[in-house]
């Protein structure tokens, strides 16, 4: 945050206001054009905080996150990074954001087992409210093979993946990742995303 330290200064009796900091640019992102109907498109993230990691994503027709895990780019702060798509998803069905890919508190490992059922695909978690502690979190694929990757929603909303531990898993068997430790207590909600690869954007920081 911005200290302004207002100095009073006298002329002619005459008191002048302090100027005022101008506002610190926020993060935005942004898309070229904005409705591409399965065609080109830049989609463009500006980082108004400190360095970090992001990459880009879209959610599917239905409502499942998509990821672009090994897109992700090294962004400093007021700095802009552009993904460009030489064709994109077919027109209404993919609405395109940017993630957090995440760094902090990374699972330790992940196994993969078989179940003999025809169970729903689903994640859980073990413990449920880990409260900052290790934890187990499972998905069990009942879809063709796919590759999966560990993520959470932060009080804000924005999502953060573990880009670099992404498996893939074929239909019927489940996936395990092992956290030695979580988040802190209150501030994420864990899920399980999809690692994207059709389509795959170039990636490039400009100022």
Known sequence: MTKIIAVAVFVA??????????PAAPCWTSFDPG???GGAMRHYYRNCADRGSFTSAF??????????A????????????VWYYPETQPPGTASYTTVFCEGNRPPLSWRTG????????????????????????????CADRISVAPAF???SG?????????????????????YPETQPAG??????????ENRPPDAGVIE
């Open 158 to 178: 924005g999502l953060h993946v573990y880009a670099s531990y992404c498996v893939d898993v074929p239909r019927g068997e489940w996936v395990a990742w092992h």
């Open 35 to 37: 409705n591409p109907q």
């Open 153 to 155: 929603r932060d009080n």
């Open 13 to 22: 009796a005459t008191l002048i206001p302090p100027a005022t900091a101008a």
């Open 114 to 141: 078989q179940r003999q059922d025809t169970d729903p695909c689903w994640t859980t978690f073990d413990p449920i409210n880990p409260q900052g502690g290790t934890m187990q979190h499972y998905y069990y694929n």
């Open 59 to 68: 959610q599917d027709g239905g409502g499942n996150q998509r990821v672009y």
């Open 187 to 196: 501030t994420a909600s864990y899920t399980t995303v999809l690692c994207e």
């Open 70 to 81: 090994n897109r992700c780019a090294e962004v400093d702060h007021d700095r802009t990074v």
